[in-house]
């Protein structure tokens, strides 16, 4: 409250001193006509110059001390700011929550980041480059050749010891919890490989004809994706891809452990069950310096296949391009 006592303190000296002056100007000897008595003469002014004063300094006291109570009283009043942090606290671990469960559903669902870890696909994919996988691709178009995809061992190969893979448990808690674990990168009961599709169901392909590998009869230019130097096989064989099965390859023929080298230890001749394959790679994210896509190679474009097996899968869509997300927690490819 503004100190309004001191306007009045200021008041009372003005009207004392007004009152001094008056008193100073009366006749130092009375005249005939005008009677002397106590109450004519000049009154001491020191006296109630005084109290005006003091009691301006009383209430100005009074006022600062009402001021300052009052102001500890609305600060006790002022509500407190833990309940707004409790608020956002909340809404954070809301969000957090919220985006830790749309990650885990991308990633088993929709994509998911693999490492390389062998030299089987130089130099397309190096070691250690992280490639994007498309897990929806193969739920809307066919599996093509030329396709690079990422398969389990099941039914085929098995681990890397070459032991069967496990089925999946047969409780669908189990099964629910190890896909969730596997979705993060945590855990996995399974052996996932990483090659490139030569044959699909029903195409006959052998090695070698002038040294090329063909496709119905159809030899491929393979120069553009295999390892520089390399040749497109030094060992022969000749395949009719059962149904349901592709022929696979690496691209670094000489460090591939490809369909060539189980024909005889594994079930389909070497083929791989195209039900085992988890989706389609289609771009490599890391390192930076290699970041690009990884489209289908020109020569298995050649219009003599379109006589051959179409696919897999009804439908003509292209590979769904999906945003990268989290890839700290990542799966190992073999070979």
């Keep these: 409250m503004e100190n309004a006592d001191g306007v009045t303190a200021a008041d009372s000296t003005a009207s004392d001193d007004s009152a001094a002056t008056e008193g100073s100007a009366a006749p130092d000897t009375p005249t005939p006509d005008t009677p002397t008595s106590a109450a004519s003469q000049p009154q001491p002014v020191g006296p109630r110059s005084d109290a005006p004063a003091q009691d301006a300094a009383s209430a100005q006291g009074t006022a600062s001390a009402q001021g300052t109570a009052a102001a500890q009283g609305t600060a006790a009043a002022s509500p407190k700011p833990p309940k707004k942090k409790k608020r956002l606290g909340r809404e954070l671990t809301i969000i957090v929550v919220a985006a830790l469960a749309l990650t885990l559903l991308l990633k088993i669902f929709v994509v998911q980041v693999y490492e390389i870890p062998s030299a089987s696909m130089e130099n397309t994919l190096l070691v250690g480059d992280r490639v994007l996988?498309?897990?929806?691709?193969?739920?809307?178009?066919?599996?093509?050749?030329?396709?690079?995809?990422?398969?389990?061992?099941?039914?085929?190969?098995?681990?890397?010891?070459?032991?069967?893979?496990?089925?999946?448990?047969s409780n669908p808690v189990v099964r629910a919890w190890d896909d969730v674990l596997g979705g993060l990168g945590l855990h996995s009961s399974t052996t996932y490989y990483i090659k490139r599709v030569i044959g699909l169901p029903g195409d006959h392909v052998a090695c070698c004809t002038g040294g090329d590998v063909t496709v119905n009869g159809v030899k491929l230019d393979e120069t553009s994706y295999l390892y520089p130097g390399a040749a497109p096989s030094t060992l022969q064989f000749k395949v009719t891809v059962p149904a349901g099965r592709l022929w696979v390859m690496g691209d670094n023929r000489a460090f591939s452990d490809d369909s060539r080298y189980h024909q005889t230890t594994s079930p389909g001749f070497g083929t791989i069950p195209a039900n085992e394959v988890a989706g389609r790679a289609f771009l490599i994210i890391w390192p930076l310096s290699q970041f690009r896509d990884l489209p289908i190679p020109a020569t298995f474009q050649q219009a003599a296949f379109n006589a051959g097996p179409a696919g897999l899968a009804g439908g003509g869509v292209i590979a769904l391009g999906v945003p990268v997300v989290f890839w700290r927690h990542r799966r190992r490819l073999t070979r």
């Design 133 to 169: 996988v498309n897990k929806l691709v193969y739920h809307f178009r066919n599996i093509h050749r030329g396709d690079i995809i990422v398969f389990s061992g099941a039914g085929s190969w098995g681990d890397l010891n070459g032991n069967p893979i496990p089925p999946p448990s």
